[in-house]
């Protein structure tokens, strides 16, 4: 008898430890990667080809590519019309495309995610104003950049490395601020 | 001249028994036979049961606890094109795993990995079963190696006073 009760305190003993060891495991485990991080940053950008949406009528114009060096900063905005947080951010956004195109330093591209051209198009003439509207041409390029849920948006660097990612609306400040630490303008 | 053991053995008993292996063999048979029924496919699966089949084990970024086989949001449908387009392109389900792990990293593959704290959810079972049986094991050794109880000379004594004590009290009844 008192060998038995050895065993069953000795089996309870080792549960408990490994219970503890569990706990500690999972308590100092490193938490869910925040909204900002993305496996992009730091690595080059994935290949971007699609139609130019026309903003006009929707229909759809000529290809679009993005370079590899493209020797300015690329802010990519992944965005769709029934999505309102789109909304939020879209004037900042042709904010930051207008002053960056007159001076120079940077454009904006904006990738139609699950929506319709006509209906990008018609989304953009009432809330955008985009530069670059484009459709993926060959299927695969929001997974290709790690899109979730629009609006997504990540700026490329002028040597073609992504800087960073947004998920959500995205301020003009933010962009700026990204563009000011790395030393541009 | 003495009996060898194994001849006492056979003549205490009236027939022969099966050797030791022969049940754990029959199991060992049964058990691969079933897996192997088990794991076979029924048939080869078409394109969409692939397509499925590999979906079902990559998690929808933007739903509660589902993967992009069964949710209708817009990541998930481009997730099931992205899969068939791959599997088209003669990719394997584990080179799409990877493919998408490489884009959102591990949390989206609702199969656990090898290594890592994910790696306990392979070994533990493992461990549980050779734990499991080692214990079996050892319970069936020592149950067959138990002697039997052999009175000691005060049980011996208890039991005669107790037969004493019962035969007075039963010749002195009336």
Redesign the interface.
């Known amino acids: 008898m008192r060998g038995r009760s050895r065993i069953v305190q000795a089996a309870a003993g080792a549960v408990a430890v490994i219970v503890i060891v569990l706990v500690i495991?999972l308590a100092v485990?490193k938490p869910?990667?925040d909204d900002s991080s993305s496996?992009?940053i730091g690595r080059p950008a994935p290949e971007l080809t699609g139609r130019a949406v026309t903003v006009e009528d929707g229909r759809l114009g000529g290809g679009y590519h993005l370079p590899s060096k493209p020797g300015r900063w690329v802010a990519v905005n992944f965005f769709?019309s029934w999505c309102v947080p789109c909304k939020t951010e879209a004037p900042d956004l042709r904010a930051w495309a207008q002053a960056h195109r007159e001076a120079g330093d940077g454009s904006l591209v904006q990738v139609v995610?699950?929506d319709e051209p006509g209906s990008a198009a018609r989304f953009l003439r009432h809330h955008g104003g985009a530069f670059w509207p484009v459709v993926d041409g060959r299927?695969?390029v929001?997974?290709?950049?790690?899109?979730?849920?629009p609006p997504e948006t990540y700026l490329v660097r002028p040597d073609g490395v992504v800087a960073r990612k947004w998920i959500g609306p995205v301020t003009r400040g933010q962009l700026d601020a990204v563009m000011s630490g790395a030393g541009a303008s | 001249m003495a009996a060898s053991p194994r001849s006492r053995l056979a003549t205490s008993r009236p027939r022969e028994r099966a050797p030791w292996w022969l049940p754990w063999g029959a199991m060992a048979v049964v058990l691969a036979a079933a897996l192997a029924i088990g794991a076979r496919p029924r048939h080869d699966p078409s394109l969409d049961e692939r397509v499925d089949g590999v979906a079902q084990t990559i998690r929808c970024e933007i739903c509660v606890g589902e993967s992009v086989a069964t949710s209708d949001s817009p990541f998930a449908q481009q997730a099931r094109q992205q899969i068939r387009r791959q599997l088209v392109a003669g990719r394997s389900p584990s080179e799409i795993r990877a493919y998408f792990v490489d884009k959102y990293g591990n949390d989206i593959s609702l199969l656990p990995s090898g290594s890592g704290f994910d790696a306990l959810v392979w070994v533990l079972p493992v461990v549980v079963i050779v734990l499991g049986a080692g214990g079996l094991a050892l319970a069936f050794w020592r149950w067959r190696n138990q002697r039997p109880a052999v009175p000691s000379a005060e049980d011996e004594e208890l039991v005669e006073a107790t037969l004493a004590r019962r035969g007075e009290g039963s010749g002195g009844a009336p």
């Open positions: 495991v485990s869910p990667s496996k992009l769709a995610f699950g299927g695969g929001a997974l290709d950049w790690g899109v979730s849920a």
